[in-house]
């Protein structure tokens, strides 16, 4: 129980900074949909989803690699600064290509040549993103938890404030979007370089270099099925058929609209996201710190039914209450979480929760992948979902339009998630305890699609009939975990 409670204490100073940070930053959701329009804020959402791609392919998958081999501290400065001055190179060339292929690229974002500075600025965002993750990912090594919360804070604070004053003060449009978050970006990767200058005294070693990559570039692929996964959807939406997106929600509705109600919806699910990724930053270092323990396993498997209690909670909480959640006020911009000319895409929150919940499934059981080198598993089983996730698309939004596209993540992630969890068994004996941990969310996912019928059988207000639901919940859940963690020595 010690190691345990080694990795929920990372994982709530990670929490903690990401809940503030984020909760600040969800600010932005409401100025946003009160400021700009449905189709200014889809372009919005194409830019942010075109940042998630290009990260991926900017950073090569040099911050897992960084995380697998500086635990040899001896080393730490050469492979450190082996991979600095590579992504230096790399990812200046690549803006250089993008800039040449920009006037293409403009018009997939909605964009005419007018808007060139927006894309400028996106590419900027990427180049320091990238020279920040890796000295980011050594102060999780080390578990200097406390200046890597400070640095997300920071970045936070910054990019909010502009904002505001750029809109609000000077009025400018989308643009001001931009800007701040680069202006963001900047400062906190300039800031980390000073965090981790000790270690640019190593030295570029080819050997190193090699190494890195052969371990990195599974995650390339990887992590492009996983953009494809996370934000493809929005272009799919972007091109649906002007006469469909009629038909399924009103005359006035285009498919620039549905693209930035769907991304604004789409925020609520990033409290399961927050969930995962708070998880995931401790995670990665807390079973490379122990794979070789003789008791890993079990803690692993313990770790794992711990995650579940906390996804099935955060679920029933945000499915359940969705509507209430985006009605609230925020007293400072006078308008609510979410704007209401964007609530026609509340429906989409459970199947989205749900893909983030898999997803951190498929976090939990990459350790044995990671401890065991075999990382070239990884791609093959995230393109495997990027396939789901365009034919989902294709298929199921000329029907169902945007309930379609969160389907299809829901479809994508649980795909992935199961057959990782297959291929773990087989390299790795760690009791996840599948079948009852797969049960339980059922049975959450039950409770909320079945609400409307649950609260008719009852016959009680809405407010009752909710609170009785996630009081079954929870007590389920408690179950769940009295069970589990005393018979945790089974798969």
């Not at 960084?66 to 501290?73: I, K, M, P, V």
């Not at 270092?285 to 995650?307: C, L, N, T």
């Not at 990382?375 to 698309?393: E, Q």
């Not at 019928?453 to 009680?460: E, H, Q």
Request: with cysteine; proline share 3%; aromatic share 16%.
């Amino acid at each position: 129980m010690r190691k345990l409670k080694e990795l929920f204490s990372d994982s709530l100073i990670y929490g903690v900074s990401n809940v503030l940070a984020r909760f600040i930053n969800y600010l932005l959701v409401p100025f946003y949909t009160d400021v700009f329009s449905t189709a200014l804020y889809g372009t919005v959402g194409l830019v942010y989803a075109a940042i998630t791609f290009l990260n991926v392919v900017f950073t090569f998958g040099m911050e897992s690699a960084y995380l697998r081999y500086a635990e040899y501290r001896e080393e730490a400065a050469d492979i450190f600064k082996t991979i600095q001055l590579s992504l230096l190179g790399f990812a200046t060339l690549l803006c250089l290509l993008l800039w040449l292929m920009m006037p293409w690229l403009l018009h997939q974002f909605n964009l005419g040549p007018e808007s060139s500075g927006i894309f400028i600025l996106m590419l900027g965002i990427v180049w320091f993103d990238t020279l920040g993750i890796v000295p980011l990912a050594e102060l999780r090594l080390v578990r200097k938890t406390i200046p890597f919360a400070v640095l997300k804070f920071v970045h936070v604070i910054i990019n909010l404030s502009l904002n505001f004053y750029l809109i609000l003060g000077l009025n400018y449009g989308i643009e001001a979007v931009f800007i701040a978050n680069l202006s963001a970006s900047m400062f906190v990767t300039l800031m980390v370089w000073v965090f981790t200058a000790d270690l640019f005294k190593g030295t570029w070693n080819g050997e190193w270099m090699k190494k890195v990559i052969q371990f990195g570039w599974p995650f390339v692929p990887a992590g492009i099925g996983f953009a494809i996964n996370e934000v493809l959807d929005r272009f799919f939406l972007n091109n649906m058929d002007p006469a469909v997106a009629t038909e399924l929600y009103g005359a006035n509705i285009t498919p620039e609209d549905i693209v930035g109600i769907y991304n604004a919806c789409y925020k609520l699910a990033v409290f399961m996201l927050l969930l995962v990724q708070m998880y995931r930053m401790a995670w990665q270092p807390f079973f490379m710190r122990h794979a070789k323990d003789e008791e890993s396993p079990k803690v692993f498997g313990q770790a794992f039914i711990w995650y579940n209690a906390a996804s099935a909670i955060l679920f029933l909480a945000v499915a359940l209450f969705k509507e209430q959640i985006v009605a609230i006020r925020i007293p400072v911009l006078n308008a609510t979480l979410i704007g209401s000319d964007y609530w026609l895409g509340l429906e989409i929150v459970p199947y989205l929760l749900l893909a983030y919940w898999f997803h951190g499934w498929y976090i939990n059981f990459s350790s044995g992948v990671f401890i065991k080198e075999k990382t070239k598993v990884l791609y093959k089983i995230t393109l495997m979902g990027a396939a789901i996730t365009i034919v989902a698309n294709l298929a199921l939004i000329p029907h169902f339009g945007m309930i379609g596209s969160a389907v299809a993540t829901l479809m994508s992630y649980g795909s992935m998630a199961l057959t990782l969890g297959y291929f773990s068994r087989k390299i790795m004996h760690v009791p996840y305890r599948l079948r009852e941990s797969f049960g339980l969310m059922v049975f959450f996912a039950a409770l909320v699609l079945g609400e409307p019928t649950i609260s008719g059988w009852l016959g009680t207000g809405w407010l009752i009939s909710k609170e009785l639901i996630f009081i079954s919940g929870i007590s389920v859940m408690g179950l769940y975990l009295w069970v589990l963690t005393d018979r945790n020595d089974e798969f």
